[in-house]
C-alpha cells in the first residue's frame, strides 16, 4: 500500500487548502521544466545539431523519432505498475534521467553520441511525463478532471514561452553545452523535490477526498463509479473497437502534430530570416495554448468529447496547411496562434477520452498501450517531414500531408463511443 511522502503529509497537515490543488501546483511545476526542455526544446536541439555538425534533417529527425518512440515503449511497459504500485518512483528516476540526458546534450559531436543521449532523455521522458501523471491527476478528480489537467497542462506552455526563448539565446550567445548544464540543473531542482516529495498518487493515501470533497454534479454514466473503477487488462481493452478508434485517430494526429512542431522552428527560422524570430514566433503558439487550454477546462467536463476533439483536429489541419501557403507575415503569426490554440488540448483530449471510456483504476495500463503504438508511429512525423523537405527543397508537401492526415483523425476519433457496461451481467458492448 502505498504511503504519502513525508513532506506531502507535512503540507498536508498544515494547509488549509485542500491537497488536490498542491498537486495541480507541483505537476504544474514539474511540466514546466520537463516537458518544457523535453518536447519544445527539441526542435531548437535540432537546427543546432544541423547548423553545428551539418547533419541532414533526416539523420537529426530520426534520432528525435526515435525518442519519441522510445519513451512510448517506457510508457507501455511501466504502466500496469504504476497501476499497481503508484508513479513515485517512477517518477523520481524519470527525472534523474531526463535531467542528466540534458545536460550531456554539449558533450554530442558523433550521431550515434545523439541516439545515445536522446534514449536516455526518452526513457526519463516517458516514466516522467503523460502515463505516470495523467494517473495520478484521474486519481484525484473525477468531475473536475478536464479542470484539473487544463491547468497542469499550462505549465507545458509555460515552458514554451519562456524556455524557448531562454535555450535559443544560451546556445547563440554562449553554447549548447551551457544550455544543457542549465536546463538540465533545473529539471533536477525543481523535478526531484516534486516527484519524490510533494506528489501522492491516491487522495486515500493523505485520507482525504476526490474533487476537493465537493463532486459537481454531471450527468454522465460514464462517470460512476461502475466505469471509473472496473478494472481492465490490456488485452481486453484492445477487444473494444473504441480502444482501437483512439489509437488510429490519435496515431494520425500526434504524427503530423509532432512532424510539424519539430520541424517549427526550422521552418519558420527559413522564413523570417533569423532565429531570434523564429523563438518568439514559437513563443506565440505556446502562449495560444495556455489561453485554450483554460478556456477548454472550464467546461471540458460538460461537453461531447469526441466531437470536441475532431474539431480541434480540423482546426489544426486548417491551420497548418494555411501557413504552408501563404508568405504574409501577419497571416503567419496568426496560424501559428491557431496551431498553439490545439497542440495543448490534442494531448489533454487523449487522456480525457481513455480516462471516460476505461475509467481510472486501469488508466496507466489502457493509455501505455495506446501512447506505445501512437509514440512510435508519431515519432518517425519529424523524420519524414525532414526527407521529405529534403527530397523536394521545401516544406509545402509535407506540411500538407500532415495536414489531410490530421483530417483524417477528426472523422475517425469521432467513432470512439463510450462503452456500456450491463450491471447485471457485466457484458460490454460498444454503443
Given amino acids: 500500500m502505498p504511503q504519502a511522502p513525508w513532506l506531502a503529509q507535512k503540507i498536508h497537515s498544515r494547509s488549509e487548502l485542500h491537497y488536490g490543488w498542491w498537486i495541480v501546483v507541483a505537476i504544474m511545476a514539474l511540466m514546466f521544466v520537463s516537458v518544457g526542455v523535453g518536447y519544445y526544446g527539441l526542435a531548437i536541439f535540432m537546427k543546432q545539431f544541423e547548423d553545428s555538425f551539418e547533419w541532414s534533417s533526416t539523420l537529426v529527425g530520426l534520432a528525435t523519432g526515435s525518442y519519441f518512440s522510445i519513451a512510448g515503449l517506457t510508457g507501455l511497459l511501466i504502466g500496469p505498475q504504476i497501476d499497481r504500485r503508484?508513479?513515485?518512483?517512477?517518477?523520481?528516476?524519470?527525472?534523474?534521467?531526463?535531467?542528466?540526458?540534458?545536460?550531456?546534450?554539449?558533450?554530442?559531436?558523433?550521431?550515434?553520441?545523439?541516439?545515445?543521449?536522446?534514449?536516455?532523455?526518452?526513457?526519463?521522458?516517458?516514466?516522467?511525463?503523460?502515463v505516470s501523471v495523467n494517473n495520478i491527476l484521474s486519481r484525484w478528480f473525477l468531475t473536475r478532471r478536464g479542470r484539473a489537467m487544463s491547468i497542469t497542462a499550462t505549465g507545458v506552455s509555460l515552458g514554451g514561452v519562456i524556455l524557448s526563448p531562454?535555450?535559443?539565446?544560451?546556445?547563440?550567445?554562449?553554447?549548447?553545452?551551457?544550455?544543457?548544464l542549465l536546463l538540465g540543473l533545473a529539471v533536477l531542482i525543481i523535478g526531484l523535490p516534486i516527484a519524490n516529495g510533494v506528489l501522492v498518487w491516491r487522495p486515500e493515501d493523505l485520507g482525504t477526498s476526490r474533487d476537493f470533497g465537493q463532486p459537481l454534479k454531471i450527468d454522465n454514466k460514464n462517470l460512476s463509479?461502475?466505469?471509473?473503477?472496473?478494472?481492465?487488462?490490456?488485452?481486453?481493452?484492445?477487444?473494444?473497437?473504441?480502444?482501437?478508434?483512439?489509437?488510429?485517430?490519435?496515431?494520425?494526429?500526434?504524427?503530423?502534430?509532432?512532424?510539424?512542431?519539430?520541424?517549427?522552428?526550422?521552418?519558420?527560422?527559413?522564413?523570417?530570416?533569423?532565429?531570434?524570430?523564429?523563438?518568439?514566433?514559437?513563443?506565440?503558439?505556446?502562449?495560444?495554448?495556455?489561453?485554450?487550454?483554460?478556456?477548454?477546462?472550464?467546461?471540458?467536463?460538460?461537453?461531447?468529447?469526441?466531437?470536441?476533439?475532431?474539431?480541434?483536429?480540423?482546426?489544426?489541419?486548417?491551420?497548418?496547411?494555411?501557413?504552408?501557403?501563404?508568405?504574409?507575415?501577419?497571416?503567419?503569426?496568426?496560424?501559428?496562434?491557431?496551431?498553439?490554440?490545439?497542440?495543448?488540448?490534442?494531448?489533454?483530449?487523449?487522456?480525457?477520452?481513455?480516462?471516460?471510456?476505461?475509467?481510472?483504476?486501469?488508466?496507466?495500463?489502457?493509455?501505455?498501450?495506446?501512447?506505445?503504438?501512437?509514440?512510435?508511429?508519431?515519432?518517425f512525423g519529424p523524420f519524414l517531414v525532414g526527407w521529405a523537405k529534403e527530397s523536394t527543397g521545401q516544406y509545402t508537401v509535407p506540411f500538407l500531408v500532415t495536414g489531410l492526415m490530421s483530417y483524417v483523425a477528426a472523422v475517425v476519433v469521432y467513432f470512439a463511443r463510450p462503452i456500456v457496461v450491463n450491471c447485471a451481467d457485466g457484458r460490454r458492448d460498444s454503443l
Fill in 86 to 130: 503508484g508513479p513515485r518512483w517512477f517518477m523520481t528516476g524519470g527525472v534523474a534521467m531526463l535531467g542528466l540526458g540534458i545536460m550531456s546534450l554539449g558533450a554530442i559531436s558523433r550521431p550515434w553520441h545523439l541516439f545515445m543521449v536522446y534514449s536516455i532523455m526518452a526513457v526519463g521522458f516517458g516514466a516522467t511525463a503523460a
Fill in 225 to 379: 463509479d461502475l466505469v471509473q473503477y472496473r478494472v481492465w487488462t490490456r488485452g481486453q481493452a484492445m477487444r473494444q473497437p473504441s480502444f482501437w478508434f483512439i489509437l488510429i485517430a490519435f496515431l494520425f494526429i500526434l504524427t503530423a502534430q509532432t512532424g510539424y512542431m519539430i520541424h517549427q522552428f526550422s521552418f519558420l527560422a527559413d522564413r523570417f530570416g533569423d532565429l531570434r524570430s523564429a523563438s518568439l514566433t514559437m513563443s506565440l503558439a505556446a502562449a495560444g495554448s495556455i489561453v485554450a487550454r483554460l478556456i477548454v477546462g472550464r467546461f471540458a467536463d460538460y461537453i461531447d468529447k469526441r466531437l470536441f476533439t475532431a474539431l480541434l483536429f480540423a482546426v489544426q489541419a486548417t491551420a497548418v496547411l494555411g501557413i504552408t501557403f501563404t508568405e504574409n507575415t501577419f497571416l503567419t503569426w496568426v496560424l501559428v496562434l491557431a496551431i498553439g490554440l490545439t497542440i495543448g488540448n490534442v494531448y489533454m483530449m487523449q487522456t480525457l477520452l481513455i480516462a471516460e471510456i476505461f475509467g481510472v483504476v486501469s488508466l496507466a495500463t489502457v493509455q501505455g498501450a495506446i501512447t506505445v503504438a501512437v509514440q512510435m508511429a508519431a515519432g
Fill in 166 to 180: 531562454l535555450t535559443t539565446w544560451l546556445i547563440s550567445s554562449h553554447s549548447l553545452a551551457l544550455a544543457g
